[in-house]
């Protein structure tokens, strides 16, 4: 099966990497497993032997034809459903339909990491827990490998406990991708840390003040508020320096400026 490079395709061959991305699961037969852009069903072959169930979301038709003969006794017994979808336009409610919780396991295209990431970590009905093959870049991005933290990082901290797994070199590929990927695993993913924290102000300010992340906190948060007086008052009173980047500021420290930012909107001093 010829790979598609319109729809980012580069199928896994490597049988050390799948070996660590299923143990990175820890997939039980109680489980019920989302793949994204199964391919030719080299990793959807392993999830079936250690999942209860898995669902299976595939967007070109030549590969959704290929998985339905070749996994035609699993389709038959219901443990595989190989859904004809377009991830960017899926619903993530939808997979209520197969499972009361669920791990999102998968090998995905490069280009839509970003949105997948958002997509599932911000649903309502969210995995248990993340598996993905992505760029190595971007996974050091989402650790925080060089101390300097982004809004992907901070947004991925805010709703679970991500580590890489291990690299997985471009020859682990057919066709070879130009970069290095690695395996990044994202656990106990919940709401817990919005319990005491408004979730939109909370991205609202993250995405704004990061979006000036040259600039200093103090000026970047006067400019949200549209009062410079409001932005020190909030600075002093979680004991942040106006001078600090938001590349340098702390899980914590967000949350602490959102409460802030969230009490002065709603007048509460």
Same mark, same amino acid.
């Given at each position: 099966?010829?790979?598609?490079?319109?729809?980012?395709?580069?199928?896994?061959?490597?049988?050390?990497?799948?070996?660590?991305?299923?143990?990175? #699961?820890?997939?039980?037969?109680?489980? @019920? +497993? &989302?793949e994204i852009g199964p391919g030719t069903g080299i990793l959807t072959n392993q999830l079936l032997e250690k999942a209860g169930k898995v669902v299976a979301i595939e967007k070109d038709r030549e590969l959704i034809h290929y998985l339905t003969e070749t996994f035609?006794?699993?389709?038959?017994?219901?443990?595989?459903? +190989? &859904?004809?979808?377009?991830?960017?336009?899926?619903? !993530?409610?939808?997979?209520?339909?197969?499972?009361?919780?669920?791990?999102?396991? %998968?090998?995905? !295209?490069?280009?839509i990491t970003g949105a997948i990431i958002e997509e599932f970590l911000s649903a309502v009905f969210? !995995?248990?827990?993340?598996? &993905? @093959?992505?760029? /190595?870049? +971007?996974?050091?991005?989402?650790? %925080?490998?060089?101390?300097?933290?982004?809004?992907?990082?901070?947004?991925?901290?805010?709703? #679970?406990?991500?580590?890489?797994?291990? /690299?997985?070199?471009r020859g682990a590929f057919a066709p070879a991708p130009t970069v290095d990927s %690695?395996?990044?695993?994202?656990?106990?993913?919940?709401?817990?840390?919005?319990?005491?924290?408004?979730? %939109?102000?909370?991205?609202?300010?993250?995405?704004? &003040?990061? #979006?000036?992340?040259?600039?200093?906190i103090g000026g970047s948060l006067a400019e949200y508020l549209d009062n410079k007086q409001h932005a020190q008052d909030i600075l002093a009173a979680i004991a942040i320096d106006s001078k600090t980047r938001p590349e340098d500021l702390t899980l914590t420290d967000w949350k602490h400026l959102t409460q802030k930012v969230h009490s002065i909107q709603n007048g509460v001093q």
């Open positions: 099966m010829k790979a598609k490079k319109s729809l980012g395709q580069h199928f896994l061959k490597s049988q050390k990497a799948l070996n660590s991305i299923i143990r990175a #699961g820890n997939i039980s037969p109680v489980d @019920l +497993v &989302l035609s006794a699993s389709i038959a017994s219901k443990q595989l459903t +190989v &859904l004809d979808k377009d991830i960017l336009l899926f619903d !993530p409610e939808t997979i209520r339909w197969y499972g009361k919780s669920y791990k999102l396991i %998968a090998n995905i !295209p490069y280009y969210q !995995p248990t827990q993340m598996v &993905l @093959l992505i760029q /190595k870049e +971007v996974a050091e991005r989402i650790v %925080a490998r060089n101390k300097k933290e982004s809004v992907l990082s901070i947004a991925v901290k805010a709703y #679970g406990d991500p580590r890489i797994v291990e /690299k997985v070199p %690695a395996i990044i695993s994202i656990e106990y993913i919940s709401r817990t840390f919005f319990k005491d924290c408004h979730e %939109a102000t909370f991205f609202s300010v993250l995405k704004s &003040l990061f #979006g000036k992340k040259r600039k200093q």
